[in-house]
């Protein structure tokens, strides 16, 4: 389990940079940029940056978290390495927990991996994979991955993976390096988590009270089983920062009704691909509502718990989630389309007007 830590800032980078080159130059393009923005943003003293995984669509097209991760940490000695979040069914187990070994000898920072089933039917239907068996794949995946990474000989027997014969990992994993999350929206996942011994990492696609209601769940079962409830809980949250309300605001459903189009295509909502997978019910009520969210009307509402606003409201609503439980905040200025401009000026506000007033 993660030990607490005190308020810590990381950003999201993702390769969103518009640009009028189609194909692999254009995707160069959004790689550099993405690049840059990691630069920027520990230039500006944040500690740690977040990657997205997704695959197949214009959607936050980084395939390949550690991969990304790995070349970061070569390129930003230092800085934070955080994942919201590799989707864990999708991966061979062992592999995952080598590469992840690897990572933590690749960086003298902190990893802050977190990890989810994943939602998106074409990213499933790629693999071959039944979504109906995510819950349990995770699991068990999760449990392979934590038993390897303890650095001790380790087998498991499960109903979809195994390890027949007891193996250590090779090189070594730095273990106290490595804090891994399980992603929630709801306090049932909340307390799933915490029943496998997982840190939680909240997303405000959820409503605030909801994440207040799953960190209280976690909390409550964490301490129950023995654990630490008072470990780091990370937040991943939309960020844009701005000298009046109003125009932040613009800003952001300017960008955010872009980032929900892209939602709404990756994940094939008017489809309901979820409507007869079981363990997927609460996902058809998120996706129409992030399908909603598409027209710029029904924004106002979801402004309400990201951070859009003045520094001194921005400020504020830090201090919000502080009292709930959040400990690490991942600010997310990359929208798909935003402009290297609007995401360096939100990250740098943040940074210089906003953390030294929380």
């Known amino acids: 389990?993660?030990?607490?830590?005190?308020?810590?800032?990381?950003?999201?980078?993702?390769?969103?940079?518009?640009?009028?080159?189609?194909?692999?130059a254009g995707d160069c393009e959004r790689y550099r940029a993405m690049l840059e923005d990691c630069r920027f943003g520990q230039s500006l003293g944040f500690g740690s940056v977040w990657v997205l995984e997704h695959h197949f669509t214009d959607y936050y097209p980084s395939p390949s978290p550690l991969l990304l991760l790995s070349h970061v940490a070569a390129a930003c000695p230092g800085l934070g390495l955080g994942t919201a979040v590799i989707v864990l069914?999708?991966?061979?187990?062992?592999?995952?927990?080598?590469?992840l070994a690897m990572l933590s000898l690749m960086?003298?920072?902190?990893?802050?991996?977190?990890?989810?089933?994943?939602?998106?039917?074409?990213?499933?239907?790629?693999?071959?994979?039944?979504?109906?068996?995510?819950?349990?794949?995770?699991?068990?995946?999760?449990?392979?991955?934590?038993?390897l990474l303890s650095g001790a000989p380790f087998r498991y027997e499960g109903?979809?993976?195994?390890?027949?014969?007891?193996?250590?990992?090779?090189?070594?994993?730095?273990?106290?390096?490595?804090?891994?999350?399980?992603?929630?929206?709801?306090?049932?996942?909340?307390?799933r988590m915490a029943e496998?011994?997982?840190?939680?990492?909240?997303?405000?696609?959820?409503?605030?009270?909801?994440?207040?209601?799953?960190?209280?769940?976690?909390?409550?079962?964490?301490?129950?089983?023995?654990?630490?409830?008072?470990?780091?809980?990370?937040?991943?949250?939309?960020?844009?920062?701005?000298?009046?309300?109003?125009?932040?605001?613009?800003?952001?459903?300017?960008?955010?009704?872009a980032f929900f189009r892209?939602?709404?295509?990756?994940?094939?909502?008017?489809?309901?691909?979820?409507?007869?997978?079981p363990t997927y019910e609460r996902n058809v009520q998120q996706m129409e509502r992030m399908e909603a969210m598409a027209d710029p009307a029904n924004l106002p509402p979801f402004l309400e718990h990201q951070l859009v606003g003045t520094p001194a409201q921005v400020a504020a609503q830090v201090r919000r989630y502080r009292e709930i439980g959040v400990t690490q905040f991942a600010i997310n200025t990359a929208q798909p389309g935003r402009p290297a401009e609007s995401r360096h000026r939100s990250m740098e506000r943040f940074a210089r007007e906003v953390i030294p007033l929380v």
């Open 89 to 99: 069914p999708w991966y061979e187990p062992v592999r995952f927990a080598e590469e």
């Open 107 to 147: 960086t003298d920072a902190e990893l802050h991996i977190g990890l989810g089933r994943g939602v998106a039917r074409i990213e499933y239907d790629a693999r071959n994979i039944d979504m109906a068996h995510s819950r349990d794949l995770f699991r068990e995946h999760y449990e392979i991955a934590d038993g």
């Open 196 to 257: 496998m011994g997982l840190g939680l990492l909240c997303t405000s696609a959820s409503p605030f009270r909801q994440n207040a209601d799953s960190i209280e769940a976690w909390k409550a079962v964490t301490a129950a089983k023995g654990g630490h409830a008072d470990a780091n809980l990370p937040l991943w949250i939309h960020c844009f920062v701005a000298d009046s309300e109003a125009e932040a605001r613009d800003e952001a459903i300017t960008y955010l009704a």
């Open 262 to 277: 892209a939602v709404v295509a990756h994940y094939e909502t008017h489809a309901n691909p979820w409507k007869d997978v």
């Open 159 to 191: 109903t979809h993976a195994t390890i027949p014969r007891a193996v250590t990992l090779r090189p070594g994993p730095v273990r106290e390096r490595i804090h891994l999350y399980g992603a929630c929206n709801n306090p049932g996942t909340a307390e």
């Open 1 to 24: 389990m993660n030990e607490r830590a005190d308020v810590a800032f990381g950003f999201t980078v993702g390769p969103v940079m518009p640009t009028a080159q189609d194909g692999p």
